[in-house]
C-alpha cells in the first residue's frame, strides 16, 4: 500500500518542467500541503493552466536563476532531449544537501551526475501515463548518497502521481519501463482485441467498444479496491465447464497470452536497453 503523509515533504522545492508530469505533480504536491513560499517553477513556456496556479497558490514562476537558493530538493521533469540544454540551470541550484528527482526516462544516474556535476544524491524514478489521473506505477532507483530522509522525500513527491515503488539496483528500471512504464498500452490493445472479438461475435462495433472499454475498467476498479491477487479474482468469476472456463482454456493454453507477453515485455526491455545506452 502506499505511505501517502506528508510529513516528508521538503522544506525548498525547485520543479524544472511543467508540462504534463510535472504539473501533475505540482497539483498534486500543492493538495498535501508543499510550502508554497519554498517552490519555485522553472518552465520557459508554461501552460496556461500551469501560469494560473502558480498565481493562485503565489507559487514563484520562472525568477531568475541566480536569485533561487539551492532548494531541499530539484524535480526535473523536462523531456530527455531537453537534459543537455537544461543542465547548466540545474547545476546552479544544486547545493551540498540538495536532492535531485528525475522522471527522465532513459537517463541513467550516471548521465545525471555526468550533465549535472554536482549532484550526488540522484534518485531516478519511472512513472507512467497515468499519472494524469494519480495512478501512476512509479518505480524509483537511488545513488548511493541519498540518505534516507531523501528517499522519504523522493518517495512523498512520486507519490503525488500514485503508487511508488523503490527497485534495490537501477539496473531494474529497463524491466520495470517494459512492465508499467509501456504497460498502460498494453491494456488499451487488450480493450481493442476485446472489442474487435465482440464485433466478431455479433455485436454493434460502438456496443461492444463501450463493454470492453467498461470492462478493463470495471477489473481495474476491482483489483485496486480489494487485496485479493488476481489470480483469485480469476478463479472466483470461473465456474467449471462455464462460459469464462471456456474463453481462459483458449487464453492459457501454452503458447499463449502467458507466452506472448512475456516476448512483448522481453522486446520492450531490450529496447529500452538499447536508447538508455
Ligand atoms: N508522459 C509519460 O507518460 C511519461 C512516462 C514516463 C516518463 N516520462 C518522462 O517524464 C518527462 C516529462 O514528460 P511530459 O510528458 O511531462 O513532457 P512535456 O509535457 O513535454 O513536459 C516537459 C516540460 O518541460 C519544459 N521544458 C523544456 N525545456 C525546459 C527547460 N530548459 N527548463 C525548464 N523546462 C523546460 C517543456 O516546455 P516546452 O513544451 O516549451 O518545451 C514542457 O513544459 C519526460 O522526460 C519523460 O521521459 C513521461
Redesign the pocket.
Known amino acids: 500500500m502506499r505511505a501517502h503523509s506528508s510529513h516528508h515533504l521538503p522544506s525548498s522545492l525547485v520543479l ?9 505533480m505540482l497539483e498534486g504536491w500543492l493538495k498535501v500541503g508543499i510550502n508554497r513560499a519554498t517552490t519555485t517553477v ?6 496556461l493552466e ?1 501560469q494560473t496556479l502558480c498565481a493562485e497558490e503565489r507559487i514563484a514562476l520562472n525568477p531568475p536563476v541566480r536569485d533561487i537558493r539551492p532548494p531541499q530538493a530539484v524535480v ?5 532531449q ?1 537534459l543537455e ?2 543542465a547548466p ?1 540545474v547545476d546552479r541550484l544544486i547545493g551540498p544537501e540538495t536532492l535531485l528527482v ?6 541513467r544516474i550516471e548521465d545525471l551526475k555526468r550533465a549535472i556535476p554536482r549532484a550526488k544524491a540522484v534518485v531516478r ?8 489521473v494519480r495512478l ?1 506505477a512509479t518505480a524509483a532507483a537511488a545513488s548511493e548518497a541519498v540518505t534516507e530522509p531523501q528517499r522519504l522525500i523522493a518517495h512523498e513527491l512520486l507519490s503525488s502521481i500514485g503508487q511508488v515503488e523503490w527497485v534495490g539496483h537501477e539496473r531494474l528500471i529497463d524491466a520495470v ?1 517494459a512492465v508499467s ?1 509501456s504497460g ?1 498500452a498494453y491494456f488499451f490493445y487488450l480493450t481493442e482485441c476485446l472489442a474487435h472479438a465482440g464485433t466478431a461475435a455479433g455485436l454493434p462495433t460502438e456496443l461492444a467498444e463501450r463493454l470492453a472499454r467498461a470492462t478493463i475498467i470495471g477489473a481495474g476498479e476491482l483489483l485496486r479496491q480489494g487485496d485479493l491477487p488476481p489470480a483469485k479474482l480469476r478463479h472466483n468469476v470461473t465456474s467449471p465447464g462455464g462460459t469464462t472456463a471456456a474463453a481462459l482454456d483458449v487464453l492459457m493454453r501454452e503458447p499463449g497470452l502467458r507466452e506472448l507477453i512475456r516476448e512483448a515485455v522481453d522486446a520492450a526491455k531490450r529496447r529500452a536497453e538499447e536508447l538508455s545506452g
Open positions: 524544472i518542467g511543467a508540462g504534463n508530469m510535472g504539473s501533475a522553472l518552465d520557459p513556456h508554461p501552460s500551469v526535473l521533469a523536462t523531456k530527455p531537453a540544454a537544461v540551470a528525475s522522471i527522465l526516462a532513459g537517463k524514478a519511472m512513472p507512467n501515463l497515468a499519472a494524469a501512476s519501463t512504464g498502460p
